[in-house]
Every structure is written in C-alpha cells, then in structure tokens.
C-alpha cells in the first residue's frame, strides 16, 4: 500500500492508504517483460537496430541502439552512434535512393523484409533486411531492423546458376540425345537432340507423353529399368525406339542412376 498524511486545521492528521497491489504485479511483469526482451535483443547473433523513424522530408532512421552483434558486424560503437542517421553509417553510397525508398515503404506499410547491400567491417555484406515500424503515443515512430547475412549463400546461388547455364549450353548444343527422368514424374529435361530423335515439336510435348510410348516394345523398358535398379547404369545397349509418327528407329542407349540421399 502506500500511505499519504493530511495535516487539518486542529492538527489531527488523517492517514489515506491506497492498495496498490494489481499496479505492482502489472509492473513487475511490464519490468519481466523488458527484461526477456533485452536478453534476447542483447544476444540474438544477428546486427539488430532499435530506431526513430524521423518524418522530416528525408524519412531516415535514427540510432537510439544497437545490439552487440550489429557492433561488431558493422565496426560501430553504441554508444558513439547514439542519434546518428542509419543510412549514413552503413548504406553504400550507390544504394542511397534505394535506402529511402524503403524507409518510405516501412512508413507506408509497418514491415518490410527485402536484400539490401551494406558496407560492414569486412567490406560490402549483402543481408536480409526485416523492419517492423511501432507507432507510439504523440505520433512517434519506431523501428526495429534485424539484418541476416546472406553473402554466401548468395554467392553459392550464383555459382550454381552459372554452372547450371553452362551445363545447359553444352548440352542443348551437343549433337547426340540427353535425357534427364525421374521414378515419379517419367521424362523431366530433354536436350533439343532428343526431341527432334522423337520427331516432336518441344521438349514440354514430349515431357507430356507416357515415356512407355518411345519404345517400340514397352517391354523393353520394363527390362532396362529392371537392369538400371539392379547394377546402376546401362552401356551402349541397342534399344528400338518409336517415334511421334509411329515410325521406329536403333539407338544406343546409355545411363547412369544416381540417387539421392
């Protein structure tokens, strides 16, 4: 409780109390809950920033703080950085007109998850950027941004996708048919050889077709599949094949199963 005393005219005193009991639980959790929330912004692994949302005709953020994994990530001290514009810290100077421009989309929608490139310690980062605005009373505006590095697995994407173009150039250029199937889905990549060997219009026609249909004797396909499962590849095997047109041709047929995990 607490307890304040009025002093009346005559001297005597009357003593008013207050039980204040639910005010004290509200704010021992109000008190646990900012605690939790400190913890967790003080130890998540990736750069977090806790900023104003400044409307003043260039919608920047400003610093109010930082967790320590931003520190050592972008090379910045917390307490130096205190009311320092965001942008200026860490945006690259090409990446400005984009940096406001999701400023004004966070403003306009509350959230905002994109890829951005940022200068850091080591030289330009590329992260996933997710930003969350809160309104507060008086018309303020906060956010929290949380960047997650993704340099490497971007750079893996690109090797992958510039292996996958040269794989892809050499085999729609290669004069022999090659053939890519699955045991669910049949047929899933032709080169451009293999689909003019079956007299078809595309590879999306043939993928279309019963893979049975290619074989003069479906039979056979059953036998060399029964071969694949039990030894892992065939070998330059003559196989009758059918074409679109019903019309039948020899190919040398050679595969290889590979499996996954």
Known sequence: TTWT???LPDDRRVGIGLDITNRKAYED????????FETLFENLPTPVVHGRLQR????????????AAFEEV???DAEDIQDEELDDLIVPAGEKETALELNQQVMAHGTLETEVERS????????????????????????????????ERKNMEEKLRAR???????????????????????????????????GYDSAEALY???SVDMYADPEERERLLEIEND???????????????????????SSTVVRDE
Do not use: C
């Open 5 to 7: 005393t009025v002093r």
């Open 29 to 36: 959790a109000l008190r646990d809950q900012r605690d939790r």
């Open 56 to 67: 003043n005709g260039q919608d920047s953020v400003t610093i109010r703080d930082v967790n």
């Open 74 to 76: 972008f090379g910045h």
């Open 120 to 151: 850091t310690e080591d030289g330009p980062r590329i992260f996933r950027l997710q930003a969350a605005l809160r309104e507060r009373t008086g018309g303020a505006a906060e956010t929290y941004a949380i960047y997650s590095d993704i340099t």
């Open 164 to 198: 996958e173009e040269w794989l892809r150039s050499i085999t729609q250029n290669i004069s022999d048919g090659i053939f890519r199937s699955t045991p669910d889905r049949g047929l899933v990549y032709a080169n451009q050889a293999y689909v003019d060997m079956f």
């Open 208 to 210: 279309a077709i019963d």
């Open 231 to 253: 030894e892992g590849e065939i070998d330059g095997v003559e196989v009758e094949f059918q074409r679109k047109d019903g019309s039948t041709f020899v190919g040398l047929l």
